[in-house]
């Protein structure tokens, strides 16, 4: 049992990490009401943690391979469980996003270790076992996370979803001291901090104008100017990297147009399979009446058929050309998200199910080649930084893609609010029905009017989605195509994690 307690301390800390990606989500409406708290609040507690995922994970291992992964690690877990500690003591919305970005800057120390310390802590067919169930636990995460946080909102309060993870950063923090070694790679040259400052700043930027799109128009100077900062920034990054004797990201590694395939369709997977969730969750909770757990549990369809699935294809299609694999789950991704565009406002929970299984099995079926086929498409030497890029632009794409289908939800709601002419100020509707208060709409109506309003708020809600489902539904289907197009040749079987240089980089 003893050999096995390093594994229990990485996984216990990845687990956390990837739980708090979703476990917000069936929260948001009670932290709504909690805080008084805008649409774009909401987005920002969100979009925050995936920013920062993503824009340090590179950065992260980087530096893990230069001072020590284990030391990085362990930084990671404090600073996540301190950061989990003061998200649940915020008193504003503010505060809890700035404590949310905390999270984010500890889960990518934590996240970028991972893999380089179980190829440390063990050989041979033992290190094909850790490494089973450290993608297993990847996997539960995200099936765990909208239904534990579905179960501390409403048996306890949404404070509880963060303090939970208190007494499991102690206990790994306890673990990783007595029995994880410390390693590091004697050929680190340090880490490239101007790539990850213009990186950071052309996602933060994009991220920002999307999320205020809503307020402030397309046109907009704001809009204009933060998309031409974003712009700027992201010339500036490929200008350092291209320039630096130690770049962040090699921009060779897209001179293979299987790995510029494969990132396309890892950012794609998450803004098609994913970002919706959050308005999927204000919809059963504000609209349908749901509490967090049975909203946790309407979505636990995708959840469940993914793991199936992932485990049946990692079984019975390892050698089967990834191009099929990656590309074929993001057409299912795609044809799952257009499922539930059929939902309308007579609709129950009930119309998601069948689209949210399809999604998860384009999720199992993509994901699991996904990482080993970055790592594949490019020189051996790089292979750790590809699939640190690969994770890179999984939690990138999660962040613009909250961000970016929550502006096309806000204006597909407030077309609907403005056609129908019912309410005197359908701005102010919408942000109150964005910000989880349809009930509070529907009672501020006079009485007579009450059933007509109810009804609305049901229109405006589906019309929402509606599109927000297309969206998604062409984002996937173009990521597979992307996939098909691109992922021409045959890839080569993945190298084992451990040959990475950079061990720190993520591929999962």
């Known amino acids: ?28 409406p009670d932290m709504a009401t909690s805080l008084h708290t805008t649409f774009a609040d909401l987005q920002w507690v969100m979009d925050v943690y995936a920013l920062a995922l993503a824009a340090l994970l590179l950065g992260a291992g980087s530096l893990a391979d230069q001072i020590g992964r284990r030391k990085v690690y362990l930084a990671g ?8 500690l003061a998200c649940g003591l915020a008193t504003g919305p503010a505060a809890l996003i700035a404590f949310r970005g905390l999270q984010g800057v500890g889960g990518a120390a934590m996240f970028a270790t991972t893999m380089a310390l179980l190829s440390g802590a063990y050989q041979g067919r033992d290190r094909g076992i850790a490494f089973g169930v450290w993608g297993a636990v990847n996997g539960a995460a995200a099936a765990a996370g909208p239904i534990l946080g579905g179960l501390l909102t409403e ?31 004697p050929e680190a040259r340090g880490v490239d901090l ?11 930027a994009l991220t920002y104008a999307l999320i205020r799109v809503g307020d402030n128009g397309w046109t907009s100077t704001t809009t204009l100017g ?46 098609a399979a994913f970002s919706y969730l959050v308005y999927t969750s204000l919809w059963l909770q504000s609209v349908l009446g749901l509490g967090p757990v049975a909203a946790g549990l309407a979505l636990l369809p995708m959840s469940i058929v993914a793991f199936l699935v992932a485990g049946l294809a990692g079984r019975l299609l390892h050698g089967a050309p990834p191009r099929f694999t990656i590309g ?13 565009a059929t939902l309308d406002a007579g609709s129950t929970w009930t119309a998601l199910v069948l689209g949210l299984a399809v999604t998860g ?41 909250i961000a970016l289908l929550g502006a096309v939800f806000q204006a597909g709601l407030l077309d609907s609010l403005r056609t129908a002419r019912t309410l005197p100020d359908p701005l102010r509707t919408a942000d109150a029905l964005t910000g989880g208060q349809a009930g509070a709409v529907i009672a501020q109506a006079a009485p007579e009017q009450r059933p007509a309003v109810g009804h609305l708020v049901h229109v405006a809600f589906a019309s929402g989605l ?43």
């Open 226 to 271: 933060l998309l031409a900062l974003s712009a700027v920034s992201l010339l500036a990054f490929l200008l350092v990297q291209r320039s630096s004797s130690r770049p962040m990201l090699d921009l060779a590694l897209f001179r293979s147009p299987a790995f510029v395939g494969i990132m396309i369709g890892g950012l794609l997977l998450s803004v």
């Open 77 to 84: 877990l404090v600073l996540f469980a301190a950061a989990s």
């Open 155 to 185: 048996h306890l309060d949404w404070r509880w979803i963060f303090y939970v993870n208190l007494p499991v950063s102690v206990l790994a923090v306890v673990v990783t001291l007595r029995v994880v070694k410390e390693s590091r790679n």
């Open 1 to 28: 049992m003893r050999k096995w307690l390093p594994l229990i301390a990485v996984c216990l800390g990845a687990f956390m990490l990837l739980v708090d990606v979703t476990i917000v989500t069936v929260a948001l």
């Open 361 to 401: 099995a384009g999720v199992g079926l993509a994901t699991p080649a996904m990482a080993s086929s970055a790592m594949a498409a490019v020189p051996q030497a790089r292979a750790g930084m590809a699939g640190g890029a690969l994770n890179t632009a999984r939690q990138l794409g999660n962040a613009l893609g």
């Open 328 to 340: 074929g789950g993001l057409l299912l991704i795609g044809a799952g998200a257009l499922l539930q």
């Open 466 to 508: 509606q599109d927000t489902f297309l969206v998604s539904g062409a984002l996937g289907l173009a990521g597979g195509a992307a996939v098909l197009l691109l992922v021409r040749r045959p890839v080569a079987p993945a190298r084992p994690p451990v040959t990475a240089p950079v061990g720190s980089a993520v591929a999962g």
């Open 194 to 204: 101007p790539g990850l400052v213009t990186f950071t700043l052309s996602a933060g």
